[in-house]
């Protein structure tokens, strides 16, 4: 069984179905042999390597790897479920798909839902032509800047002004499917329709089925915009609107929009961004995220640049953060205060907009971008407030790579630089003290010889120190430090480090605790390593620490490989074939060190 339709009837309605006869209608094929060839529907490319073979019942691209039989290709390119893909190839061989009987009362209940609905919406598109007062809706969405075009693309109509214009005119049968969609209410003389006097716009699902409707008043209604009530077949937070034609106009949709309204959505499509979507009245949500992200691996969310729309971009991205999964992107635009995404490619056209949409944030800048708002990010109080903010959000991110970037980003923002000591010399002059330091300090402090520096963001710490507290912190790092390391002959900061490592490793010191028991119990060794942390004012917590070293560890080995660069391209005589060989895969290992130094950074 396979969503309850037996195997025997799935593999007997495949050697039925012309294979080549659906595909061609949707993509045109040509002979190649017994087989078909054309350019992948999946993929870009320019020459033709998806193959469909009828014999066998199957097609393959060469190129993207795409392959199936019928039912895959239409849950592909229709972007169907398994079971409405084996609905249409059953009805194009005039063939009944089994059930059981709640299956089937499932099927015949959403069947006449979606029946009701799609009279609905012949009727609302046909009021819009030929109502008496259609001409207040004409005139609104001409108003709008709607074309004809666009209007029939997005099938707006008109609900009339009439309590019982739509109950009036269905099929009896209908009338009962139309009051459990609560389109309809009352009871006998009393009924009335939920939507009048406004522009109405369908919501399709992925397949172009109408299942709800939202409908704008042109009249003094309270509510401006309401939508359908939720169904069986409509379930307003898992549904987007204006994703099937996003879906109809890209065939190979690579990024999503999300706007915040219809008219937002149309407008775009308009002049040609066709690859907009809103929700439907509601923040940005997991079950919409998850509908997106089936679809796209990249969303710009883009926004009004009021407080209402950044409050909703914010919630969009705390909502995403515990689905974004490595290899997705997601980014954030927020437009003029004052504009929305209609009135402002009106005035500025597409190619202004796309350059907009282009300069997106993307969430790792927009995450700080959000919790840093109103903070003062060189007083320790308002570092620690967003430490306290950001490190709950931090832990619901999924994907592991961008999770460490904005922790490392954290500390950047929020680490105290410490201050550095200097050996004044006698008679020498301290440096001038902040105006906001105690007058009285600097002779405090030069009564003993010394003076205090203020903090600098820079400050000298002997290379490989960072290093070594990490391992004194992490002990069980050490093994992997010596992989790390081991190659950089003539680095003496490498072999400071290495020294620590290996004594660590070779005594087996799992602890911090351990660390400090071996060094106080041997004179070697405690002569060897004391003066390792001297250049180290303030010593972070743990967590900061390995960051440090990874950072350091990074920038040594960058150092290293451009120095032996350096050195084979300053050899007088002639590359061997050996050191050819090692200077390309240098340049290789520097570039890939410098991209992992900026993913930090």
């Excluded at 299942?211 to 509510?223: E, K, Q, V, Y």
């Excluded at 939720?230 to 996003?246: I, Q, R, T």
Aim: aromatic share 8%; glycine share 6%; with cysteine.
């Amino acid at each position: 069984m396979a969503g309850m339709i037996p195997q025997t009837f799935i593999d007997d309605l495949l050697a039925r179905t012309d294979l080549y006869g659906v595909i061609n209608t949707r993509v045109p094929l040509k002979k190649a042999g017994s087989n078909y060839k054309a350019c992948c529907p999946f993929h870009n490319e320019k020459t033709p390597s998806f193959n469909v073979v009828p014999a066998k019942n199957f097609y393959h691209c060469f190129g993207c790897g795409a392959n199936g039989n019928a039912i895959t290709f239409l849950r592909e390119f229709d972007n169907l479920s398994f079971t409405e893909a084996v609905e249409e190839l059953a009805r194009h061989a005039g063939m009944e798909v089994p059930r059981d009987e709640r299956t089937q009362q499932l099927h015949r209940k959403s069947k006449g839902l979606l029946d009701a609905l799609k009279y609905a919406d012949q009727f609302y598109r046909q009021q819009l032509k030929n109502h008496e007062q259609s001409s207040v809706a004409r005139k609104y969405l001409t108003e709008r800047g709607l074309s004809t075009d666009i209007i029939e693309q997005f099938g707006l109509g008109f609900a009339p002004p009439e309590w019982r214009n739509l109950s009036q005119n269905c099929d009896p049968d209908l009338i009962p499917l139309l009051r459990q969609l609560k389109m309809t209410g009352g009871e006998g003389g009393s009924s009335y329709d939920l939507f009048r006097n406004r522009v109405m716009f369908p919501i399709r699902n992925p397949r172009g089925q109408v299942i709800a409707f939202g409908g704008r008043t042109l009249g003094d209604d309270n509510a401006k915009y309401i939508n359908s009530p939720e169904s069986d077949v409509f379930h307003k937070s898992n549904e987007v609107y204006g994703l099937y034609e996003a879906l109809r106009n890209n065939r190979q949709l690579t990024q999503l929009v999300v706007v915040e309204g219809y008219l937002d959505v149309i407008a775009l499509a308009q002049f040609g961004i066709g690859n907009a979507v809103a929700t439907l009245g509601t923040a940005t949500n997991d079950d919409n995220l998850k509908t997106l992200l089936k679809h796209c691996k990249e969303i710009t969310f883009c926004f009004d640049g009021d407080r209402a729309g950044f409050k909703a971009a914010q919630k969009a991205m705390e909502n995403s953060l515990s689905l974004i999964e490595d290899g997705m992107d997601l980014r954030f635009l927020l437009i003029p205060e004052g504009e929305d995404p209609d009135s402002l490619i009106r005035k500025e056209g597409k190619d202004a907009f796309k350059t907009r949409l282009d300069s997106a944030r993307p969430l790792s800048s927009f995450f700080f971008d959000v919790y840093s708002q109103g903070l003062d990010l060189t007083l320790p109080e308002d570092k620690g407030k967003l430490r306290a903010l950001a490190q709950p959000l931090i832990g619901q991110i999924q994907a592991r790579t961008l999770q460490q970037g904005i922790k490392n980003q954290l500390y950047k923002l929020t680490a105290n630089e410490s201050p550095r000591f200097f050996r004044g010399k006698k008679g020498q002059a301290a440096p001038s003290q902040p105006s906001h330091s105690d007058p009285n300090r600097s002779a405090r402090n030069q009564k003993d010889g010394y003076y205090k520096q203020p903090a600098e963001l820079a400050y000298k710490v002997t290379p490989g120190a960072k290093v070594c507290l990490g391992l004194y912190l992490a002990p069980a790092q050490a093994e992997q430090v010596i992989a790390q390391l081991q190659d950089m002959q003539g680095s003496k900061s490498a072999e400071r480090i290495l020294g620590f490592a290996e004594f660590i490793h070779d005594q087996k010191l799992a602890t911090t605790e351990q660390v400090l028991a071996q060094l106080s119990q041997n004179k070697k060794h405690r002569q060897s390593f004391q003066n390792l942390f001297d250049s180290i004012e303030l010593f972070p917590d743990a967590e900061v620490a390995q960051l440090e070293a990874k950072d350091e560890i990074n920038q040594l080995k960058i150092s290293w490989t451009e120095q032996r660069i350096r050195t084979l391209l300053q050899e007088e005589s002639p590359l061997g074939e050996a050191k050819k060989q090692e200077l390309k895969k240098l340049y290789t290992v520097k570039q890939t060190l410098k991209n992992r130094a900026a993913v930090t950074a």
